[in-house]
């Protein structure tokens, strides 16, 4: 429950900062924030999935382009649900969904919930020694 407290926190701070930066993207309030943000929480587990396995000839040719389109049309369907919650077109949703998704990763950074193993790097007195023997080709006989 903490996790999914933290993280609908962390939206709604992104959908915030997208209503401050993106020109056409307004809220008329903090609860119109948290509800849109908890929206498109939902929408993104349940529906975004889906979008994603459908289009992924489109992902595939575009080198993952296509995937700002689905989120730029998951915020407009988003817009369509929540009355407070507007979007002036493709265009803005497009750059909303590039702020939020910035925002969240760099906010889940700071407010991370559970320790997530980093990445170390080890120098050779700590790393056990492999006996073994490689065979390539050009030993063969």
Known sequence: MKEFLIRWLVTSLAV??????????????????????????????LIRPILLLLSVPFIIVTMGFFILVINALLIL?????????????????????IVIGFFNWFLGRLFRTREEPSPTVQDGASMKPVYGRVVSEDSQG
Do not use: M
Request: with cysteine; hydrophobic share 55%.
């Open 16 to 45: 915030l900062g997208a209503t401050w930066i993106v020109p056409g993207v307004t809220c008329d309030g903090n609860g119109t924030v948290l509800i849109a943000a908890l929206l498109l929480g939902i929408i993104n587990a």
């Open 77 to 97: 369907l988003v817009s369509k649900i929540i009355p407070g919650f507007h979007v002036n077109g493709f265009w803005s949703a497009l750059f909303a969904g």
